[in-house]
């Protein structure tokens, strides 16, 4: 409209025009582009391919197994993937059987099977057993990401948002649209076709719906990174809006609301020979179920070789040792009968059902882990779960804000009465949950016009954090990050849950008050705009003044609400 009023007085003769107004509206527009920008990188949240990897990783350093973050990975380290665990930087496959899934990256669904001094590409997912993998590129260098980066759409934070701002800013442009057009033939037929032109301009310039645009975006994204402070990782912005509607809370008992690191662990039934305990526990290291991850850390004994283990998701392990190795470099141990170490074993863990081949139940209803040696089933370690500390204050909290909550256990019923007593009698209490049980309840939920937030492990789990409208992933060490899930959470703050939902509400009432502050922001500039009194440049200079105001709320805003709500729960 500035650009065509400049042209028609320059060839008409009737004036010179306001090319020197649109060259400075030109440049104030830029300059507050380029100052958005500059914050959108400082507070959004990118979702590239690091986004889907995990936190940290096990780097084998001396013989010993050490847990590092993923940016301290260095080129020629040694680490460990087990199973179903992705792969985060490209390298050399030293030890172990890979079965390499890597839907992820080409979306090939079948699994390529690599043998020994084969390059492993990041990305890939172990299907199987434990694997070694030496570092030949650090994660920022891999193959991964530079398909990414050659693949990626450079999309600004706002189009993740894009239908939920058109919802609301699509009025305000007809409105505003109304008003200047209203405006323009108002000052034509006063004043000529000139003066309207000039207030048409100047009333389009001054509310320009920017600032309604990045209200959402730079409110979410602040939320986001302080969450992330406190070791709430969200997926991308979208989640906190998704949070802001849930109304239902399942959760995953064994590994979730329990404590794997305090557990108390027996044995019970046949003595386990020196020989079968290395087995187990080389076996159990390539396991991720938190069970299997107790009991690990539990039997501090050494290794062995050439173990194979396959792992059925939610029923156990199956072990055999599939070669006879030397002596030397099977067992660590002395004392054994060369007769011992000749024997080839094969050693089922898990439910009572699946080590035995039994539909019927166990004999009492303790937390178990079954040993079956050679089909003969030999005992069971039995686990005293610890509930998380201060579960109890988390259940109240969430109870009194209206959340409808449910446990889902893959175990028996052995904690009936520990668990109705933590939740309300309201609450659904399941036990003997599958995943497709965990599933089809989630399904059943939403069937009812419920939304609900699934958490969980992140393993056994995964299916239901996926069909659930929020799927929260709890972690214990950092090193399992299920991609179906919507956000990942530190086992050791899941007690804050009830701070965070909070937080992630108040983005709502900031939203809503810049949406307030901006629109007040419009009306104003707008009832100077409609009279004539407000130049081209000044409008310029309005406009992106506006939405970096609305930013500086946003921002403030969220931080004043984070030291207000996060800050009442106090970091475990």
């Known amino acids: ?234 997926k991308n912005a979208q989640v906190v809006e998704r949070i802001n509607n849930i109304d239902t809370i399942v959760f995953d008992k064994t590994g979730t609301l329990t404590d794997a690191q305090n557990s108390k662990i027996s044995y019970e039934g046949e003595a386990i020979t020196f020989e079968e305990l290395q087995i187990i526990k080389t076996g159990l290291r390539q396991s991720t179920h938190p069970l299997s991850v107790q009991l690990y850390k539990h039997l501090d004994i050494p290794l062995v070789a050439h173990v194979n283990c396959e792992e059925v998701i939610s029923k156990g392990l199956i072990i055999t040792v599939a070669t006879l190795p030397s002596k030397q470099e099977l067992f660590m141990a002395s004392g054994l009968s060369d007769q011992t170490r000749a024997a080839q074993k094969k050693i089922k863990l898990g439910s009572y059902s699946f080590v035995t081949g039994h539909n019927g139940l166990q004999k009492d209803l303790k937390t178990s882990v079954y040993i079956a040696v050679n089909d003969l089933l030999k005992g069971r370690f039995v686990f005293e779960n610890k509930y998380v500390e201060g579960i109890q204050h988390m259940v109240s909290d969430l109870s009194t804000a209206g959340y409808r909550i449910d446990v889902l256990s893959g175990d028996n019923a052995s904690e009936k009465t520990i668990l109705q007593k933590l939740f309300s009698n309201q609450s659904a209490v399941l036990f003997h949950q599958k995943p497709e049980d965990k599933l089809q309840h989630v399904k059943s939920l939403q069937g009812d016009q419920h939304q609900v937030m699934m958490v969980g492990d992140g393993l056994n789990d995964s299916v239901a954090l996926q069909q659930s409208n929020v799927g929260l992933a709890i972690i214990h060490d950092n090193t399992q990050f299920s991609p179906s899930s919507d956000a990942i959470l530190a086992a050791s703050e899941i007690n804050q849950l009830p701070s965070f939902i909070k937080y992630c509400k108040s983005g709502i009432s900031v939203v809503k008050g810049s949406f307030i502050f901006s629109s007040m922001y419009n009306a104003f500039g707008l009832s100077f705009a409609v009279q004539g009194l407000f130049s081209p440049v000044f409008a310029a200079i309005l406009m992106p003044i506006s939405s970096i105001t609305v930013v500086l709320f946003s921002v403030l805003l969220t931080n004043l609400k984070a030291k207000q709500i996060l800050n009442k729960y106090p970091n475990t």
């Open 1 to 234: 409209a500035l650009y065509g009023t400049s042209l028609y007085e320059i060839f008409s003769g009737t004036g010179p025009g306001y090319l020197d107004s649109f060259a400075a509206l030109i440049f104030f527009l830029l300059a507050g582009r380029a100052i958005q920008k500059l914050s959108f990188q400082k507070l959004r949240f990118d979702r590239d391919n690091s986004s889907y990897f995990p936190l940290s990783t096990i780097v084998l350093k001396e013989g010993k197994e050490t847990t590092i973050p993923l940016t301290e990975l260095k080129v020629g380290d040694r680490i460990l993937v087990r199973n179903n665990e992705l792969i985060p930087a490209d390298g050399q496959l030293v030890a172990g059987t890979a079965h390499i899934d890597y839907s992820f990256v080409t979306g090939e669904a079948l699994p390529q099977h690599k043998a020994q001094n084969e390059l492993l590409y990041a990305g890939g997912r172990q299907l199987g057993g434990v694997i070694e993998i030496q570092i030949h590129k650090e994660p920022s260098q891999s193959y991964l990401t530079q398909l990414w980066n050659s693949q990626r759409h450079d999309k600004e934070l706002t189009e993740d948002y894009e239908s939920v701002v058109n919802k609301r800013s699509k009025y305000f442009t007809y409105a505003v649209l109304t008003i200047a057009f209203s405006a323009f033939l108002y000052w034509t037929y006063t004043e000529g076709l000139a003066k309207g032109a000039l207030v048409l301009a100047t009333t389009l310039n001054v509310s320009c719906p920017c600032a309604l645009a990045v209200a959402i975006p730079f409110t979410y994204a602040n939320i986001i990174r302080h969450l992330g402070r406190r070791k709430l990782y969200l």
